[in-house]
Each structure stands twice: as C-alpha cells, then as structure tokens.
C-alpha cells in the first residue's frame, strides 16, 4: 500500500513538472501545444551537453543540478522568443484547433531539428542522478533523486502560484486569461503577456526534461511518450488551472500506480479511459474556470 | 641520331595510341556492362525510437558495405565487383511513420524508382504490411530485421523472402542457457513492452519456462506502454515479489531507461536479469551497465560473433567507419545483402550473365545457404524463404581495461536447437516440448 | 423562414443538375486517366481519395463550428469492420465491404453523437480524441485483432468476379474514385439542404437558430453520424487498398492529418478536399524520397506555410467570396 502510494507520488511529481508548462501555454495563450514534448526533449539535450560541459570543467557534482536549471532557461530563452514571434504570432486569433495543427507541424520540425542539432546517438547525463543516494523504504531501496524531483514538484508549482497570484505581473497575466479583448482595452500589452507566457511555458517543459534527462537514455523519440501524459494531466485537471494540473497529475499518477501494481493488463489504456470519462462529464476538468457566455 | 629518335618516337606513339584505342574499347565495353546498376532499396529507420538502436546502425552497415561491394574488396566469395559486376546503387527510405506509408513507399521503391529489390523492415507491423504488396507485385522482396513468425508460418510467398531468424530463438535459447547454466529459478518475473513484439516475447519465454523448468511460477507480469521511459512503479513492483529470474524483452531508450533506474535501486543485485534482445545498448551505457545481465543479441552477433575471416574484416570495416563495433542490427544487414549478392550472381549465372528479374532471384536465394559474419545462413523454413541461424546468449562486464563492456560465458545454441522445423508453428513446437531439436549444448 | 428557406433552396435545385453532371464527367476522366497512370500514382490516389472521405466527414462537421480531432476512430473501426466480415464471415464483395464499413461506424459512433453534440470548440477536440485514443488502446489490447501488428486482409471481389493481380489496383481506384464522387455528391446537396444550412448558421450564431426553431444539438448530432459514415467508408476503401490493417488507423496522428486536409481544403468546396488530399499524400511521398533524414521537417514547413498563405484554404482559390 505504501510502495503505492510513493510510487503514485513521485511518478505524479514528473508529471506535474512536466505538463505545467503546456497547461500555463493553453490558459494564456489559448494554444494547446502539441509540440510540448518537442520542447522538454530540448531540455533534456539541452541538460545533457551543460552537464557535459560542467563535467569537462571539473565543476563540483552538486552543480551539475545548476546546470541543468540553466539548460533549461537557455532553452526558453533561446527558443520561446523565436518561435513565439517568428511564428506563433502569426496565428494569433485563428481558430484554436488550427493552432493545435501550428504547434503540430511545429512537432514535426522540432523533431527532425533536435536530431540534426545532435545527431541520433543516445546521451547520458548520470552525474546528477546519485546526487542524492538512495533511500530504504520497508524492503524498497528508493533513488534519492526521485524524491527530489518531488521536491522541485513543490517548488516550482508553489514559484507559479505566487508569480500568477501575487506579483503584478502574474495577476495582469490572469486578467489575459479571464479576458484579452477587456485587458488590452485597459491598456496592457497583450503581445508582452503573450510573450512572457509562452517562454515560461516553454522554460517548465524543458525543466521537466532537463531533470529527467538522468533517468533516462537521451535520443530521439523522446518526446513522444510525453505528449499524451501531459494531455491526459491537463485535460483532466482543467486546462489553464495551476491546481488543476497538480490534482490531474495525483490522479493520473495514483492510478497508473494502483494499475501497475495491482491489474497491469490495464495499465496501457487507462490514462485514456480516466480522460474520457472525466471528459464526459466534466469537459472543462476537474477545476473549471466560468465562462461569461458571449452572446 | 635525330632520325633514329624521330622513329623510335613514331613507334612508341603509334604504340600508345593503340594502347590507348584498345583500352578505349575495352573501357568502353565494361562501362556498357557497367553503366546497368543494380537498384536495392533498403528501409529502416532513420528517426523515431527505433532510429537509434536499429535503423541507423542498419543503414551504416549497408553503406560501408556497398561501399566495399563497389571497389570489389569484400573477401572471397563475395569479391566480385558490386552485385555480379553490376555497381549496386542503394536508396534510403526511412521506415517511421507506420505501416500505410511503408506500404505507398516500398510501392514507389518498385515503381516510380525502379529497383530491382527492396531490403528492409525492423517493425513486424511494417513486414506483415508489405509481403503481400510486394508478392502481389511480383517484386523482390527480403526482410532482414523483424522478429515476428507470422510472416512464413500464416502466410506462402514467392517473392517474400527472411534472411534472418525469427524471434522464437531469442527466448529458447535464452531459457536453455540458464538450464544449461544450472541456474535455480523457482519463479520469474517479468517486464515487456505492451505491443506484439513484447507479448510475443513475453508468450515465447513462459512456454519455454514451462518446458524446461515445469515448476517455476511467473509472478510480476509487467506490460508498461512502449515508449514509456519512467518505470520507477514497475520497478517497484518487480522489487516487492521477489523472483530469481527478471525477463525482458525491452529494447532501445525503453531498455536503457530501465537499467539506469533499476540499477541503483538493486534490482540487478536482487535477482538475476535476461534481457533477450539487450546487446545493442552495451556500447553507449559502458560503465553504467551492471554486471552478470544475461544478454541475447538475436543472433551470434556484436560480441558474441564467431570468430572467422569474414568476421575479423566485416567487423574492421564497420568498426573502422563509425568508431564502434557492430551490434546486432548491421550483422544482420550484412548477412542479408552477402545473401542477395550471392542470390544475384547465382542467377545470372543461370540466365548468361543478365540482370535477372524477380523470378530469377527468388529462385536462386530459395533453399540456399551462405556464409555471414554471425555463421552460416540457411534458407530452411517456410518453403526455403525463411533463414534459421545459430545464436549465443552471454553474461556482461564491466571491463575497466579496455573501457568496454565485455560478454563472458557465451554459449552458442546452433539453430537446429532453438529454431522451430520446417513443418511446425513456433507456438506447437514449444508447447510440444521442443521436438526435432538437435546438438542442444 | 420556412418561406425563405424554400426559395433559396428552390434556387439552389436547378444547378443540382449540373453538379451532377460535373461529378460524372470528372470520374470518368479520372478512370481514364487512371488506365495510363504509373502503378505508384493509381495507388496514391486510392488511398487520397479513402483519406478524403474522411475528410469530407471532418468538412460536414466543420461547418457546424466544430472541428473533430478523432476520426481516426471511425476510419479504424469502418477498416477493421471490412477486414474482419472479409476475413472471418467470408463477404467478399468489395462494394458490399464498403457500405457496411460506413454503416458499422455510423451504428458504433452514434451512441457518442447525443453527448458530443453538446461540446464545441476545444472540448469537443480533445473528446474525440480522447476516444480515438481509446479505440487506439482497445485494438492494441486485442490480440484477436492482431494487436499492434494488425492483420492481413484478403482481396475483395467485385460483383462475384475475382480481380487479377494485373488490375486489382486498377480496379480498387476506380471503386474508390466513385465511391468518393458519389458522396461528395451528396455532400454537397446535402450543404446546400435544408438541414446543411442550418449548420453554417449555427457556426454564425446557435443562439439565433434556437430561437428561430431549428435544434442545433439535433443538427449537431446527426453531423455526427454522417461524418462517422464517411469516415467508415474511407477506412474500409483504405483497408481494401492496402490489404492490411492496424491500430495507427485510430492514433491521433491519423485523425491530426485528416483534419490537416480540411483545414487545407477550406469548407466551401467538396472538390478541394480531395484536391488537398493527393496535394498531403503527394507531398508526403517526395519528401520522403528526397529527404529521407527529415521527411517530418519538410512536412511540417509544408503545413505551415498553407495555414500561413491559405486561410481559407485551397477552396478559395476558385470559389469566390461567399459563393458556395
């Protein structure tokens, strides 16, 4: 019972990080970014040669976490502003599902890009992951490094709550939200907020592939396998909801845990069916915002 | 003296142009032979999650090979000039995208590119799509990579050739090593990727286990999604039933997700790990893969290659090429165009020295056997278009020497032993108990 | 209104005719030319013509202000269903295959239509796909269906003849030819019904038509199963042409370039659907031969450009302003 529900935990902590950013994307933006998964496997190339880079100058271990928060930032700052005023612009105020097939194409290019960019062999980043030791727990030997990123999970959901509720910039951001047309016309700068938004976006995916990138085998096809968790977290919390996405990504990660552990046969296709049943009656998620309905 | 110069100077001109017209000529008829080139189209993967671990190393093996094939200084018999004096011209299709494309593709290879033949195909998906497209066309096709024995066992091709076993040897043999081993296993689990290819697997190993070993109990029976790449809660799971064998078939950045995440937390300790088709990871994890992993590559391939002459050059050539040694996906590229180059200049041999057409071929590649880098190749199932081929399972190390990690312990199984007869299913000839299996060690 | 409506669809009868004759003339110049075509290019077109079906499906719902994003459940199941009477009942008959693949997925997604037909915009998106996605996993599960591998279908006879290795892609791409033209026929009567403008005018206002007594949620719903019976019709047309089947059919990808091409198309003529479909499946096919490492990038600056320079879509290259 209890391996369950630590696994549930530190599995729905990697969810949370990882779909953050693509619920944040949608809430302002309106996008639903099918090429998320695209930018957290950037972050995890990304993280892979900025560790490489601080291994080769001798940094100490524990910096190598530095360096990959840095591979992250340099991703959204790199990326977010070219993308965002290169092309997304472009399609602002379009149909939402024309945008979903901007960000689909976009998928396809980043793709091809991130395999040009740094060939098809696999990188390793391993430094990081026995930062932390291991942790027994009853007769399960546990990586540290899994409960950290539980930590990080916590951090970096509260730094978005607070930057959204409580400084300027973020309530203005959900003034953007609740109402674009009513926000411009008091004189914000939407294309800002845009801006601001999507590079955050972009910054909490790659963050999320940079902190995974020691778990795994860096190489192309990454990104495929987070695409759908992330829907399946976002959807079932509620697009544009910060709360949202942590109560999806509990939900989601206690029941693939409870599957794994208890009914595997199952496991394959019971992210879908928890999506499409809370789909159907719940379409909004689990944490909707009101609509004012424009007649 | 001026005038014996002047003559010794007209002879040795007339003496250099008939050289010259006479090379001339005889250019000008071997570049008639030489300007018909044989097309192969080879398909693999070049993106997605296979691109890494079988696709591009595929598709590097056959370029430094037609390479070889075209200067003519592959060993004997192979060192004839590309296929039968013919250069071999090769085009790349990448095969990600799913098994409609592979079909249109592999349509466009025959008909709009016009080659002679297609090798390709690492999905079974992608293979059970296009065999009968291209026995439907009358074209030449040879599979060289895709596991499943579907293909020969519910189906009869004429044009539709395997160079390679199917995957029933993997898990047979992986099972007879720990019997032959004398390794206890009272109970299994295991991990495998939820698609064909992992259920199969999955399928082929507990019939074995219940054959070999009649009373050890599978326990954990894990199924993550393919591509995954988080297993902490799988592993968990595997860690709470205790077992002492761990199967799996897991391959590609699924498998070295797994070892990286498993092995800190002792899984490798706790119980002992088979991996049937895990040698490709070996080169890139080095240090980062545990020791004492009982590994198969599909074949006597990579580390686990017999020794030979064929052997020692194809390994240079690759090795040579790509800085790191061939795992198992370019042996088996390798074994499949030796095959087709002996097919091609068997029939034309037969037909006087003609490109020979899609008739000809299959008929010559029928029933035959070659040698390979990985042994000998015989076409012996499915009406002589399915290859049966020894393999070898080893034991990893970790060698701090040479920087590498290192198979120890290799045991061969010749492949009367762990592929099916001729006239039996994979799944009855397990289940009846392995009859007809001959020179088990 | 009713008044109105009469006259305008009065007014819209007479060029029926010519449509009609517009239809039949461009089959059999296609038939024709489909006799001189390179093998590759017959099957090309096959298969644009089955994906455009769906399409067509997409285009149906898409004048309603809804866009589906999980046609891949339709188009799967319409394949499956064809592959599997062929193979386990024993129906052969090509046209016979067809007509029950479009029926069977009508018959499965229509339990679905009452309950869709009340989301829009991004929720209806992401519900159909959220049930493409589980069809996805239910025919990945099955084993009895292949799994992931799929299975093989035999070949289709037509009106009780068997079809010669020779001519069976021949035949197959006249079969689909007609089949698409037939429905894009009726498509396009349809639009222009009683029922089809009462979409358009939901897309402008729902609230406007609900209170002039039309049932927005009734159009909605029967879209549904029209869209759903064409994309059955594709998926069994597509299955006969390629001879196999597998789960992909229903993957979100699928369902992502059916909705390519009728975003490509535009939603005023049923030509350009189909149009945009060889347009898709061309492109796809010559950037995969001539840029076998990054076929997807090609692709993807292809896409962008045409949403760019074409917002309303190959369609509104020949039909002018609010022309129909």
Redo the contacts between chains.
């Keep these: 019972m209890l391996t369950i529900l630590i696994d549930g935990l530190t599995y729905a902590s990697w969810l949370f990080i990882v779909a953050l950013g693509l619920t944040l994307v949608f809430g302002v933006l309106k996008i639903l970014n099918i090429a998320h998964g695209s930018f957290y496997a950037l972050g995890a190339y990304a993280a892979a040669s900025f560790v490489g880079w601080a291994s080769a100058m001798k940094w100490a271990p524990g910096f190598t976490l530095v360096a990959m928060l840095l591979a992250a930032v340099a991703v959204a700052a790199l990326v977010a502003p070219l993308i965002e005023r290169g092309l997304l612009r472009f399609f602002y105020g379009r149909d939402e599902v024309l945008l979903v097939l901007v960000t689909y194409a976009m998928f396809l290019i980043l793709e091809d890009a991130t395999k040009l960019l740094w060939g098809a062999n696999p990188y390793y980043v391993s430094e990081p992951y026995t930062l932390f030791g291991n942790i027994d727990i009853g007769n399960q030997t546990y990586v540290g490094y899994d409960f950290a990123l539980v930590a990080l999970a916590l951090v970096v959901g509260m730094a978005v709550w607070w930057w959204l509720n409580r400084t300027q910039q973020g309530k203005i951001m959900i003034a953007v939200i609740h109402s674009s047309e009513i926000a411009s016309s008091m004189g914000v700068n939407i294309s800002r907020v845009y801006m601001v938004a999507f590079s955050v976006g972009i910054f909490l995916a790659a963050l999320g592939g940079a902190f995974t990138a020691p778990m795994i085998s860096v190489q192309p096809g990454v990104s495929v396998g987070v695409i759908i968790v992330s829907f399946a977290v976002v959807i079932i919390g509620g697009l544009g909801s910060i709360e949202g996405a942590a109560v999806g990504a509990i939900i989601v990660g206690l029941a693939r845990s409870m599957a794994v552990h208890l009914a595997p046969v199952a496991e394959l296709f019971s992210i879908y069916l928890v999506m499409a049943v809370v789909l159907m009656f719940r379409p909004e998620g689990l944490f909707q915002r009101i609509q004012a309905r424009k007649i | 003296m001026a005038i014996q110069g002047n003559r010794k100077a007209t002879w040795s001109r007339k003496a250099v142009s008939t050289a010259v017209t006479l090379f001339a000529s005889v250019c000008a008829m071997g570049s008639v032979q030489a300007q018909e080139t044989f097309k192969v189209g080879i398909v693999s993967f070049?993106?997605?999650?296979?691109?890494?671990s079988f696709g591009?190393p595929a598709v590097n093996g056959a370029k430094v090979l037609v390479d070889a094939f075209n200067k003519g200084s592959a060993p004997a018999p192979y060192n004839k000039v590309g296929f039968g004096g013919m250069k071999i011209e090769a085009i790349?299709?990448?095969e990600?995208?799913?098994?409609?494309?592979q079909?249109?593709?592999m349509?466009?290879l025959?008909?709009?590119?016009k080659v002679d033949a297609v090798v390709g195909y690492v999905g079974?998906?992608d293979c059970?799509?296009v065999a009968?497209?291209a026995e439907?066309?009358?074209k030449f096709l040879i599979l060289y990579d895709c596991g499943?024995p579907?293909i020969f066992e519910d189906?009869k091709y004429n044009y539709v050739f395997r160079t390679a076993s199917h995957a029933a040897m993997d898990n047979v043999a992986l099972a007879r090593y720990l019997k032959a081993k004398d390794i206890k296993v009272n109970s299994f689990n295991m991990i495998n990727q939820?698609?064909?290819?992992g259920?199969d697997s999955k399928k082929d190993f507990t019939w074995t286990m219940e054959k070999l070993y009649p009373g050890a109990k599978a326990g954990?029976?894990?199924?993550?999604?393919?591509?995954?790449?988080?297993y902490?809660?799988?592993i968990?799971?595997l860690?709470?039933k205790q077992a002492d064998v761990t199967h799996s078939s897991l391959w590609?950045?699924d498998l070295?997700?797994f070892i990286?995440?498993a092995n800190?937390?002792?899984l490798f300790k706790r119980t002992q790990v088979v991996f049937s088709a895990g040698d490709h990871?070996l080169p890139?994890?080095g240090d980062?893969m545990p020791d004492g992993v009982i590994l198969g590559a599909r074949g006597a391939y990579g580390l686990m290659s017999p020794k030979s002459a064929l052997n020692d050059w194809w390994w240079d050539l690759y090795s040579k090429a790509y800085n790191v040694y061939p795992v198992q996906a370019p042996y088996r590229m390798v074994q499949s165009l030796l095959g087709l180059k002996l097919a091609v200049e068997k029939a034309m041999a037969a037909n006087g020295g003609k490109k020979p057409n899609a008739e000809q071929l299959a008929a010559a590649l029928r029933n035959s056997e070659w040698d390979s880098p990985a042994g000998k190749i015989r076409m012996a199932l499915g009406g002589g278009h399915q290859a049966i081929q020894e393999t070898a399972i080893g034991k990893t190390r970790y060698d701090a020497a040479k920087k590498m990690v290192v198979l120890d312990d290799i045991m061969r199984f010749p492949a009367d032993c762990v592929n099916p007869p001729a006239n039996m299913k994979t799944e009855d000839w397990i289940k009846a108990g392995f009859p007809g299996a001959k020179g088990c060690p | 209104m009713a008044n109105q409506l009469g006259t305008t669809v009065s007014s819209i009868a007479t060029p029926v005719r010519y449509t009609v004759m517009w239809a039949l003339g461009i089959c059999i110049a296609l038939s024709l030319a489909g006799m001189v075509m390179p093998k590759w290019l017959t099957f090309l077109i096959t298969m644009a013509a089955a994906n455009g079906l769906v399409s067509l499906g997409i285009m149906v719902l898409m004048r309603g202000g809804v866009v589906p994003f999980g046609q891949g459940m339709v188009f799967a199941i319409g394949g499956y269903a064809a592959a599997l009477l062929s193979n386990k009942l024993g129906i052969k008959d090509a046209l016979l295959l067809t007509l029950c693949g479009g029926v069977i997925a009508a018959l499965i997604a229509a339990p679905f239509a009452p309950l869709l037909s009340r989301y829009r915009g991004i929720f209806f998106a992401m519900l159909t796909l959220a049930l493409s996605m589980v069809t996805y996993g239910l025919l990945m599960k099955l084993e009895v269906l292949g799994g992931s591998d799929g299975f093989n279908m035999g070949r289709p006879t037509l009106f009780g003849q068997k079809l010669p290795d020779e001519s069976v892609g021949y035949i197959m791409y006249v079969l689909t030819i007609s089949v698409s033209t037939l429905m894009a026929l009726l498509a396009r009567i349809y639009f222009d019904s009683t029922r089809g403008l009462i979409t358009v005018a939901a897309k402008e206002n729902e609230l406007r038509v609900e209170y002039l007594g039309g049932s927005v949620r009734q159009a909605m719903a029967i879209n549904f199963i029209l869209a759903a019976f064409c994309g059955g019709l594709g998926g069994s047309l597509a299955v006969m042409a390629l001879g196999h089947i597998e789960p992909n059919f229903s993957f979100w990808t699928t369902s992502g370039e059916f909705v390519f091409v009728a975003i490509l198309a535009g939603w005023q003529s049923v030509i350009a659907l189909f149009v945009a479909s060889t347009v898709l499946e061309v492109v796809r096919s010559f950037s995969s031969s001539y840029f076998p490492n990054t076929w997807q990038m090609s692709l993807g600056i292809f896409l962008l450009i045409v949403i760019r320079f074409l917002p309303r879509g190959i369609g509104s290259l020949w039909v002018k302003g609010g022309g129909k």
């Design positions: 070049l993106s997605g999650q296979a691109a890494d591009i790349y299709v990448d990600n995208g799913g098994a409609t494309k079909v249109q593709e349509r466009n025959y008909d709009r590119d079974s998906g059970l799509a009968p497209v439907e066309m009358k499943t579907r189906g939820d698609y064909a290819w259920q954990e029976d894990q199924l993550p999604k393919f591509g995954a790449g988080q902490g809660t799988e968990s799971a860690m709470s590609g950045g070295q997700a990286l995440q800190p937390r002792g990871v890139g994890l980062k």
